[in-house]
Structure formats: structure tokens, C-alpha cells
């Protein structure tokens, strides 16, 4: 019953520090927003590789007619090889930072785009596709 406890104990931290992944750091920052990277929650799976993302804007955007958001929280995934872009997930805040009121929750449609050069997605591509080590599924 002991090692059956200390492994429950066991599971439950090792789990925990993945759902609440928090080592973001900063991969582009352009005149309209910075781009953070939780380094702890990247993954891959065969050609896919995702992690969490802040865009931290640095004007308002519009979420719609009423609603201006400056912060954003979402799962980017990027298919290296098909140099190919969506959100799976996305909240919107409307304070940098994740800060004050969460405005939105999800995404309507998850759309798959391919990455233009020069861009804030291409930085996030360029750094998630270098990762040597990113955890498997």
C-alpha cells in the first residue's frame, strides 16, 4: 500500500508540472506585440510540434463591435515539414499580460494556414522546429 501511495504521489506531480507548464520566453517582438513560448509545454508528435503562446499586444485589437483585447493565450501548432500554422486552443484578456477579464474562451474554427516569411509565426516556427528535445506524446 506504501509504494502504491508514494507512486499516486508520484503521478500526480509529474502530471501537474505538465498541465501548468509556466517557462515562457520571448521569441519575436515586432512594433504591434511580443510572442512568448512556454518551453516546458512543447510537443511533438510526428510531424507536429505544439507548445502554449502569449501574444502580448502592444495596441488594442478588436475582438467585436464592444470588445478590445490586448492579450492572448493559445496552443500554437506548427507542422515543421509542411511549414503550416493553426490555434488549437485560444483566450483572449484584456490586459497584457493574461491579466483582467478573460474576454473569449476557444477558438470558432481552427483554421490551418501556411506560414509567410518574415513574419511572428515564422520566428515561432524557426524556434519551436530547432527544439532537440521537445517531450513525445
Given at each position: 500500500m506504501k509504494n502504491t501511495s508514494l507512486a499516486i504521489v508520484w503521478l500526480f506531480l509529474f502530471f501537474s508540472t505538465q498541465v501548468f507548464a509556466i517557462n515562457f520566453v520571448r521569441v519575436s517582438e515586432n512594433a504591434n506585440m511580443i510572442v512568448y513560448i512556454d518551453v516546458d509545454s512543447i510537443i511533438k508528435d510526428g510531424e507536429y510540434i505544439s507548445a502554449n503562446e502569449i501574444r502580448d499586444y502592444k495596441i488594442p485589437m478588436q475582438l467585436d463591435k464592444i470588445k478590445t483585447?490586448?492579450?492572448?493565450?493559445?496552443?500554437?501548432?506548427?507542422?515543421?515539414?509542411?511549414?503550416?500554422?493553426?490555434?488549437?486552443?485560444?483566450?483572449?484578456?484584456?490586459?497584457?499580460?493574461?491579466?483582467?477579464?478573460?474576454?473569449?474562451?476557444?477558438?470558432?474554427?481552427?483554421?490551418?494556414?501556411?506560414?509567410k516569411p518574415n513574419t511572428m509565426t515564422a520566428d515561432v516556427r524557426d524556434f519551436l522546429c530547432a527544439q532537440v528535445t521537445p517531450r513525445k506524446i
Open positions: 483585447y490586448r492579450s492572448s493565450l493559445g496552443v500554437a501548432e506548427i507542422d515543421c515539414k509542411g511549414n503550416t500554422h493553426r490555434i488549437a486552443f485560444l483566450d483572449t484578456f484584456e490586459l497584457n499580460g493574461l491579466k483582467g477579464k478573460r474576454l473569449s474562451h476557444g477558438v470558432q474554427e481552427p483554421l490551418i494556414a501556411q506560414i
